[in-house]
């Protein structure tokens, strides 16, 4: 009996299937297949159905922030001013500025960041959707709050030489975030001391 044969063949599916999961490959992928077969019935229900309602959630048409509605709670908000759009690299950091209850602006979710190792252009980036926003919105200020690591500071780059034709002031946050250090991972503090000594 070959080796392949031995294996049910759900499994192998599910290990195959799992190591495409961004940041994942062979080792977690097997982590999590043979960690959840450990789990109770109940505990493997509630992750399968939590996973399914992920389905649920796609980009918002504005802002390309993850959300369930066609557009997310803060672009639909009135009271969030279209005049400054937050520029992040994925939801998560949104989410970790939104926490702090400063900014009353928008935000504006690239996707990614430029990557010319893992093969990411700028056309992989929701940027033209970031350039039809500017031309309906006409803001007064762009908040470029990438990473700031080598591809972040990329990407900040990139978007500076395209909007400093256009008659908006450009900021870049991150200065007070020691180098290397993720936005997303930042404690709150030295998130809102960047957001406030941004001039
Ligand atoms: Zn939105």
Redesign the pocket.
Known sequence: MAFDEFIPKSLLLALENIKFIPGYGEKNASRFVYGFLKLDQDKKDNIVKSLQNLFYIGH??????L?DKE??????NPKRSKKYIAVVEESQEAYKIEKLERFKG??HVLGGRISPLEGIAPEDLSIELLKQRIQKYSPREIIIATNPNPEGEATANYLIKIFKHYNIKITRIATAIQFGALVEFADDLSLEESIEKRE
């Open positions: 918002c048409k504005e802002c390309n922030i959300t557009i997310c709670d803060i672009c639909s928008v935000y």
